[in-house]
C-alpha cells in the first residue's frame, strides 16, 4: 500500500537534461503505464523511481517519505527487466530467493513458502529445479515476475516486459499481468511501454510523455476520446489520427473551420473570438470516417492504397495535400480500385480541433458529446 | 589442389608442430630415466629404465622442500592476485570515476617493465621491508607481473557481463560485494580458470626474482634449486637428476591445466538475458 508523490523530478547525465521536471501523483494501487515514443525518458524516468539512476532535482515519495537518497531495496520496489536479467548460474528456485535470502530475519520456511506460492500463481512450479538457459523466453519472463513477487514491493516496476516475447506469447503474457494486479491488491504497478496496446488495455491510467515531459495523464479512454494535445492525440490510436492544417473562419458558440484539402465544416466546440481568422488543426480519427455519396462530403480525394486487415480495411486518400495521406479504417472488407474518387465524411462531434500550438479546444458542448 | 595434398599438408604440419612442443619434455624424460654413462648415448626410444635419479633428487637434502615452497609460494600469489583483480575489475569496469582510463593505462605499463630493470629497486625495497630471504619478498614482487594481466582480462570480461544482472542484484538488495562474490564470480570462471593457471605458471617458473630475494637453500624455490643442482665435483653437471627434477616440477602443471580445463567451458551466462 504506498502510494507515488513525485515533484519537479528531474534528471541530466552531465549537461544534457532527460526529465525536465515531472510532476505525478501515483495512487495506492494504481496500475499506471508510461508510454512514449523512443528517447522520451519513460525508462529512465522508471529507473529513477527504482533507484538505479540518481535523482538530479525535485523530490520522489514513496508512502509519504522522501527517498531520493535510498537504495531500491529501501524504497520497497521490485523490478522485472525487460531482457529477464535472471542469474544464469542459479536454478529458478535460488533466482527468485536470491533476494530474501539476503534479508536477515527471514527464515528458510517462510523463504520456501514464498517461493512457491510465486511459483504457483505464475505455473512455473515444474521448473524449480532448473537453470533459466533450459526455459524458453514466456517462462524466463514469469521467472523475473516471480522473483519480484516473492520480495512482496509496495511498488511493482515493469521495464518493457513483454518486448522480447513474441506476438501471441506478448497477448497471453499480458493478461496474466493484468491478472496479477488484480490478485496482488494495493500493490501499485509502474508499467513502461512503447505499444499503445499495452498501455491501452493494462492501464488505469497513462502517462504520456514526451522528450522529457509529461504530455497528458489519464484514463486510457480519457486519453483516446479528449487528447490535450496534437501530440497525445497522434500518438494513441492505429492508425494515428489524421490532422489537418486549418483555418478558424467564425469562432463563437459553434466553430467554422475551413482544413486543407477539405471542404467547410462546423464544429460543436466554442472559441473565443480572438481565434476568429486564426490557423488551427483539424484531427479526425481513420475510425471515425465513412464513405459518403453526397456530393458535399467534406473530404473528398482518389484511392492511394488499401490496406485489408480482415475485420476493418485501411483506405489511403490523396485529398490534394503533399506530406501525408488521409487513413480512414472501414470496417469489413472494402474493394476499391487505386484511382477511385470518393467522398469521406465524420460526425461533426468526433472531430477535435487544436489551436495552432497545438493544444486541445474544447468546451462544455464537446465533452457532453 | 587436391583434397589429399591439402589434407595430408594439414597433418604434416600438427605432426611437425606437436614434435617440436613436446620433443623437449620428451627427451628429458628420457633422460632422467637414464644412469651412468647411459646418459651421454644419444638415443630417441626408452631402452633404459632406472628411478635412480628420481629416488636421488627427492631424497637429497632439501628439494622437497623447494618444490614446497613453489607450491605454497604459487597458490598464495593466484589467490592474492585473483581476489585484488577481482576486487578491481569491479571498480575498474563499472564505476565511474575520474581517471579510470589513466589508471588502467598505468597497471599495463607497469607490465612493460623488464624484470631486470626494477630488481635493484626492488631488492632495496625488499630489505628496507625486512623481508629478504623469505617467501614473502617473493609473493611481493611476484604481484608486480600476475597482478597486470589478472587485473586486465578480468575488468574485460566483467566489462562484458550483462548490467541488467547486476541491476537487478542491485534491486534485490545486494551490495557490491555480494554481487561481485555470489552473482559476478560464478559468471567467471572461464576468466578465472584461464588467468589463475598463466598466474601460477609465472610464479611457479619465476627465475630471476627468486635467485636475487632469497640465498637460503631451504627457502629457495625449485627453478633456482634445479639450476644449482650440482653434481660430486665441480665439473660434473648431474644431467639426470636435473632432467628428473625437472619432470617432477613440471607435472603439477600438466595436472593443473588437464583438472581445469573441464572448468573453462563458455556460455555460462546463456539464458540469463535475452541475447
Same mark, same amino acid.
Given at each position: ?33 508510461? +508510454? ?65 535470502? /539476503? ?10 513458502? =514464498? ?117 497525445? #492525440? ?69 484511392? +492511394? ?29 472494402? #474493394? ?34 | ?56 633428487? /627427492? ?151 627468486? /635467485? ?14 634445479? #639450476? ?33 580445463? =573441464?572448468?573453462?567451458?563458455?556460455? /555460462? ?7
Amino acid at each position: 500500500m504506498a502510494n507515488l508523490k513525485l515533484t519537479k523530478v528531474r534528471k541530466a547525465y552531465g549537461s544534457v537534461e532527460v526529465l525536465h521536471g515531472i510532476d505525478l501523483d501515483i495512487r495506492a494501487g494504481e496500475f499506471v503505464v508510461f +508510454v512514449g515514443p523512443s528517447g522520451c525518458g519513460k525508462s529512465t524516468l522508471l529507473r529513477v523511481i527504482a533507484g538505479l539512476e540518481d535523482i538530479t532535482g525535485g523530490t520522489l515519495e514513496i508512502g509519504g517519505r522522501v527517498v531520493n537518497a535510498l537504495t531500491p531495496k529501501q524504497r520497497g520496489i521490485a523490478m522485472v527487466f525487460q531482457s529477464y536479467a535472471l542469474y544464469p548460474h542459479m536454478t529458478v528456485y535460488d533466482n527468485m530467493a536470491f533476494g530474501l535470502t /539476503l534479508e536477515k530475519g527471514t527464515g528458510k520456511e517462510e523463504i520456501d513458502r =514464498r517461493v512457491r506460492e510465486a511459483a504457483r500463481i505464475l505455473q512455473i512450479e515444474p521448473y524449480l529445479d532448473r537453470l533459466p538457459k533450459a526455459l524458453s523466453g514466456g517462462q524466463r519472463q514469469r521467472v523475473a515476475i516471480g522473483r519480484a513477487i516473492t520480495r512482496d514491493p509496495q511498488v511493482f516496476l515493469f521495464d518493457e516486459p513483454l518486448s522480447n516475447l513474441d506476438a501471441a506469447l506478448r497477448v497471453q503474457t499480458r493478461i496474466e499481468i493484468a491478472r496479477l494486479h488484480e490478485r496482488m491488491e494495493g500493490t501499485t504497478m509502474i508499467y513502461v511501454t512503447h505499444d499503445q496496446v499495452e498501455a491501452m488495455t493494462l492501464a488505469d491510467r497513462i502517462v504520456v510523455l514526451n522528450k522529457g515531459h509529461v504530455e497528458q495523464v489519464g484514463s486510457p479512454m480519457e486519453l483516446y476520446n479528449s487528447p490535450d494535445n496534437l501530440f497525445v #492525440a497522434k500518438f494513441l490510436g492505429s492508425p494515428s489520427m489524421n490532422i489537418l492544417p486549418a483555418t478558424i473562419e467564425s469562432a463563437g458558440a459553434t466553430t467554422r473551420v475551413v482544413p486543407q484539402g477539405g471542404s467547410t465544416v462546423d464544429l460543436p466546440v466554442a472559441t473565443p473570438g480572438s481565434l476568429q481568422g486564426k490557423p488551427a488543426h483539424l484531427g479526425i480519427r481513420p475510425e471515425d470516417l465513412s464513405v459518403s455519396d453526397d456530393r458535399a462530403a467534406p473530404f473528398r480525394g482518389t484511392v +492511394v492504397l488499401t490496406e485489408s486487415l480482415g475485420e476493418v480495411t485501411l483506405v489511403y486518400i490523396d485529398i490534394g495535400r503533399a506530406d501525408e495521406p488521409f487513413v480512414a479504417k472501414l470496417p469489413g472488407e472494402v #474493394a476499391m480500385e487505386r484511382g477511385t474518387r470518393i467522398g469521406l465524411t465524420a460526425r461533426p462531434e468526433a472531430m477535435r480541433l487544436f489551436d495552432e500550438s497545438g493544444q486541445a479546444i474544447r468546451s462544455q458542448m464537446r465533452r457532453a458529446a | 589442389m587436391p583434397y589429399a595434398v591439402k589434407r595430408t599438408g594439414f597433418y604434416a604440419l600438427v605432426v611437425f608442430i606437436v614434435l617440436f612442443s613436446v620433443f623437449p619434455f620428451y627427451y628429458a624424460i628420457l633422460t632422467s630415466l637414464k644412469s651412468g654413462t647411459a646418459l651421454f648415448r644419444v638415443n630417441y626410444l626408452p631402452v633404459d629404465f632406472s628411478l635412480a635419479n628420481y629416488e636421488g633428487v /627427492l631424497t637429497n637434502g632439501v628439494f622437497p622442500t623447494n618444490i614446497l615452497n613453489s607450491v605454497i609460494l604459487a597458490v598464495v600469489v593466484v589467490a592474492i592476485s585473483l581476489f585484488l583483480a577481482v576486487t578491481a575489475a569491479y571498480a575498474l569496469s563499472r564505476i565511474n570515476f575520474a581517471g579510470r582510463g589513466l589508471l588502467l593505462l598505468t597497471i599495463l605499463a607497469v607490465s612493460m617493465f623488464p624484470q631486470i630493470a626494477v630488481l635493484a629497486g626492488l631488492f632495496e625495497m625488499v630489505r628496507w621491508a625486512g623481508v629478504y630471504n623469505t617467501l614473502f619478498s617473493l609473493i611481493f614482487a611476484y604481484m608486480i607481473f600476475t597482478l597486470p594481466f589478472t587485473v586486465w582480462v578480468l575488468t574485460t570480461f566483467m566489462r562484458d557481463l550483462p548490467i541488467e544482472i547486476e541491476e537487478a542484484a542491485i534491486v534485490d538488495g545486494a551490495s557490491p560485494f555480494t554481487i561481485v562474490m555470489r552473482v559476478f564470480l560464478p559468471l567467471m570462471w572461464p576468466a578465472l580458470v584461464t588467468t589463475g593457471l598463466l598466474a601460477f605458471i609465472a610464479a611457479w617458473n619465476e627465475f630471476l626474482f627468486a /635467485l636475487t630475494f632469497v640465498s637460503n637453500n631451504a627457502t629457495r624455490t625449485v627453478p633456482v634449486a634445479i #639450476a644449482l643442482l650440482s653434481g660430486a665435483s665441480e665439473q660434473e653437471i648431474p644431467w639426470g637428476t636435473i632432467m628428473a627434477a625437472s619432470v617432477i616440477v613440471t607435472v603439477p602443471l600438466i595436472v593443473l591445466v588437464l583438472i581445469f580445463q =573441464r572448468k573453462i567451458i563458455s556460455g /555460462l551466462t546463456a539464458g540469463g538475458v535475452k541475447g
